[in-house]
C-alpha cells in the first residue's frame, strides 16, 4: 500500500463525516438557510421540518420518543446539562449523585463543580478489568441520591459497563440514572428504555457526523424527567436548551443515526474481525498486555500496553503514517499518565506504555496488517532505546532497582 | 503538538545509542529517571586516563521523543570534553538547542542529571576529589 497514507485508529477521538451526511446538510447551508425557530416564513417551516425529521432519525436509533431528544452543542454541554440540570431541578430531594473514577472529563469535571456547589459526589472504583462492582453501587445510594451517572463505554478502554444491571438497581432505589452513552450510540444497540437509562448524554462527532452537535436524551414518562436548563434564552427546545438551532449539522445528525442504524451490526462484526487480528499480531510482541475487560468491550477498541517503551516515543516512531493515542503522560499537559488506566490498578509504568487503537467505518484490512508491521518495528526500535528493556532482560528485577523520582 | 526538526532528528537518528562496560574503571555510568515517571535516562561516559577527556559517551533512554533527544544531544555534546567542561553542560543549552516546548523542560533537566550522574560515578570509581558540587535536580 501507499506508505505515504496517513492510517486513523483513532475513531474514538473522533470519525471522519460519512459522505451521505454531508450530502444531507449542504442544502442547508445554501438553498434553505432558515431558522427553525422562525415561525413566519417558508425558510424556517423548511428549517423546523428538517431538525423535525433529524430529531425522528436519532430517536429511532435508540427506540426513544423524539420529545425525548434534546439538541445541544455535543456530549460535554449534554453531560453538563444532564448532571448540574438534575442537581438542580431535583435540589429538593437531595443532593449526593455517584459517579465512577474512570468517567471522561465532562462528567468528572462537571461533578467537581457539583462539589463546590455544596453537592455531594461519590466516586466509585472499578476492578482491573474496568468494570464497577454493582454491590459496591447498591451500598453507595443514600436517601439523599438523586442521580447515578455511569458511562456506557470508556473512551480509552472501550469496557461496557453493566448498564441494565445497573438500571435495576437504580429502579429498585428510585434514583435517577443517567449515561454518557458518547463511545457506545450508533456503534452498538443503545436502547434507554429498554436499560432503564433515565437521561442520557451523547454526540454526532464519534458516530460519522458532524462536529458541534449532541443530544440529550431525557425521559419524557416512567419517570418523567426534567432537567432546569443551563442556558437561558429563548427557550428553544421545550425550555431545556436555548440557542438556535445547528440547522446543518442536526440534519447531518440525523443521517449519521439512521445510517448507524442499518449499518451498525455489519459494521461490529466487520471491526471486532480486524480488532482482534491487530490485537493478536501486537500481542505476538513479549511482555504485551491487552487493557479491560475483553469479554464486555466496544467492538473496534482495544489497548494494549508495550512494557518497558513509554507511549509517545512509541507513537513518534509511527505517527507520519498512523494516528492512534497514548495513555502517556508525555501526551497530556499534566505530566499524569492516564487516570482511567491508573483507576483500573495498572502501574502508572504500564499506563505510560499504553497505545489505544480505535478503528472505525472507513478501517480497512490492508491497514490493519500495516500498522501491526509499523507498531511491531516501533516497538522493537524503543526496546533497543531502553535502558529499563535492557535490564529486564538481564534479568534485573526493576522493583528492586532504587529510582530517583523526578 | 508538532516537534522541531532537531527534536526529529535526533530522534529518527539517535547518536550514540548503546552500552558501555559498567564494570571497567574508566567508565562512568548515571542512571536517572523512574519507570512511573515515563522517563528513564541511562547515560555513559569513557574517560581516557592520560588526557582526562572523554573519549566515548553512549545512552538508552525510556521516554518520550524529547528525553531521547535530549540524552542523543548530551552523549554528542559530552565527546571530547574534559570533566570539568562536561559538569557546565546546563539544561537550559539543551532546550535552546532543541527548542524544547516549555512542558519538555523536564527531559533536559533529566539529561543534565544524568551526565552529573554519570561523572560522579566516575569520579567515585577513580577516587577523584569532587571539586564541583554535583546537584541533583529533584
Redesign the interface.
Known sequence: MDKRRLIYLDNNSTTPVDPRAVDAMLPYFYEKPGNAASRSHPFGWVAEEAVDYAREQVANLLDADPKEIIFTSGATESDNLGIKGVFEMYASKGNHIITTRTEHKAVLDTCQKIEKLGGQVTYLEVGNDGLIDLVALEAAITDKTILVCIMWANNETGVIQPMKAIGDICAKKGVLFMSDATQAVGKIPVNPRETGVHIMAFTSHKMYGPKGVGALYVSRKNPRVKVTAQMDGGGHERGMRSGTLNVPGIVGFGKAAEIAKAQMAEDAIRLSALRDKLEAGLCKLEETYVNGNKGSRMPHVTNISFK???G??LM?TFNQHIAVSSG???TS?S?E?SYVLVAMGL???LA?SSIRFSLGRFTTDEEVEFAIEAVSKGVNHMR???????MYKEGID?NS?I???? | MAYSEKVLDHFQNPKNVGTLDKSKKSVGTGLVGAPECGDVMRLQIEVDEVSGLITDAKFKTFGCGSAIASSSLATEWLKGKSIDEALSIDNMDIVEELALPPVKIHCSVLAEDAIKSAIADYKQKNGVETSAEVSVHS
Open positions: 518497558h517503551v513509554e509517545e516515543g513518534m502517556s503522560a508525555c499537559a505530566l499518565p502501574g502508572d509504568d505510560h533497543d532505546l531502553s535502558p529499563i528493556w535492557e526493576l532497582v529510582w530517583s523520582a523526578h
